[in-house]
């Protein structure tokens, strides 16, 4: 467990078809030609601090500059925002209701975002789009982390289907601490002992242990269980630089550059110094 955020206990994968998770299906992750059984370099430094700059993302720490709700058990920093995090910039955003829907038991007037006016109304097909808060999803939330580690956004700002592709699979049983764990729809970032940090989803169900209070509430960045359900772990590989032969060349020299070459070391040679002994 990492010190300072408690591990929930309730598994965002275990939520299949709900509308809390990403856009990319199942085949788009276990079919990426990304995935590889080959041993994958590991650099424990690198790993680190990826769960170390989620981790301290999650508090409420530097680079997240909205703060916490007080008063609250638990980290409730960065909340969950459907499509937060996918601006041309890697970082929190206003979130959208593109293709989101709600699920059928949660309110329709919580959590309205700016990015939502428009898209309000019934047409939804489980209700209102109410949603867009300024914060992260799953994938903006893992884009983000990276970008800040690696200094470049080398997973990208698309679904977990297309991040994937920029990923190469961990054979199984060899995930190492900072390597992104893939669920149907859901992506996290690989803690240690069975847990992940991650942007679990819009929601926490009542009556559940991360949320007993009887009534749905915002979800927020925090460590979760592995649990069940896992496609694969990932990890981001950083290519090897590309290498250009040197030209050399073999045997005799064509005769025509040859005597080129002699004239010129001829000319290239200084004048003699005159003699001034006379």
């Given amino acids: 467990m990492i010190a300072g955020l408690a591990v929930a206990l309730v598994v965002p994968a275990t939520y299949a078809g709900s509308v809390v998770f990403g856009v990319a299906g199942t085949a788009a992750l ?24 989620a981790k301290q993302i999650a508090l409420g720490e530097s680079p997240w500059t909205k703060g916490c709700v007080p008063n609250t058990n638990g980290p409730h920093c960065v909340p969950y925002s459907w499509g937060g995090g996918h ?9 959208n209701c593109q293709t989101w829907t709600r699920d059928p038991g949660v309110p329709k ?5 700016p990015k939502c006016a428009s898209t309000v109304s019934k047409k939804h097909l489980l209700g209102y789009g109410d949603n867009g808060t300024y914060g992260l999803d799953c994938s903006g939330f893992t884009r983000w982390v990276y970008y800040l580690v690696y200094r470049k956004d080398v997973v990208g700002g698309g679904s977990t289907g297309t991040q994937i592709k920029n990923l190469r699979r961990v054979p199984a049983g060899e995930q190492e601490p900072g ?24 929601y926490d169900r009542p ?18 269980s592995v649990g069940k359900n896992v496609l694969g772990y990932y990890r981001y590989v950083i290519p090897a630089p590309m290498v250009t032969p040197t030209p050399t060349l ?19 040679l200084p004048e003699p110094e005159p003699d001034l002994r006379n």
């Fill in 30 to 53: 276990a079919g990426s030609p990304a995935a590889s059984r080959q041993a994958l370099p590991h650099d424990p430094t690198t790993g680190q601090a990826l769960v170390s700059e």
């Fill in 207 to 224: 009556d559940t242990k991360i949320n007993p209070s009887g009534r749905w509430v915002q979800a927020y960045a925090r460590v979760d």
């Fill in 109 to 113: 007037t919580l959590f309205s975002g």
């Fill in 179 to 202: 390597d992104l764990v893939f669920f149907p729809h859901h992506v996290g970032i690989y803690a240690s002992n069975g847990t992940m940090i991650d942007e679990p989803h819009t």
């Fill in 250 to 268: 073999t045997g005799r020299l064509p005769t025509t550059l040859a005597r080129l070459n002699v004239e010129y070391s001829v000319a290239s």
């Fill in 87 to 95: 601006e041309e910039q890697p970082g929190p955003s206003d979130g």
